[in-house]
């Protein structure tokens, strides 16, 4: 089993920035991707930014490019998201993605997710 924790949300003003943490443990055979997701309020959930294998591979929402940064620390199987120039649109819960594959078969992997609130 595989466990996702993340950790970093919070409120903040309009322009101000977070700085968002996912650890996954466990039974980490073969990470593929890590990566945030988020779903506000009557929406549906929607990608904010992943990064494949060691992390030298990434891919951004459309809404979110040039403004967040996703990291990786393969060590620490650790995924970091740097949030800047917040708008009040990035409103959301924000879900950590964790995707494991093992011959022909996907797993994922979801946290609990975590609150951002972006107001003035």
């Known amino acids: 089993q595989v466990q996702v924790v993340e950790s970093g949300g919070g409120s903040v003003q309009p322009g101000g920035s977070l700085r968002l943490s996912c650890a996954a443990s466990?039974?980490?055979?073969?990470?593929?991707?890590m990566g945030w997701y988020r779903q506000a309020p009557e929406k549906g959930r929607e990608l904010v930014a992943v990064?494949?294998?060691?992390?030298?591979?990434?891919n951004y929402g459309d809404s979110v490019k040039g403004r967040f940064t996703i990291s990786k620390d393969n060590a620490k199987n650790t995924v970091y998201l740097q949030m800047d120039s917040l708008k009040p649109e990035d409103t959301a819960v924000y879900y950590c993605?964790?995707?494991?594959?093992?011959?022909?078969?996907?797993?994922?992997?979801w946290g609990q997710g975590t609150q951002v609130t972006v107001s003035s």
């Open positions: 993605n964790v995707i494991l594959i093992e011959g022909s078969k996907r797993f994922d992997y």
């Open positions: 466990g039974s980490i055979f073969s990470l593929y991707s």
């Open positions: 990064a494949v294998g060691g992390g030298g591979i990434t």
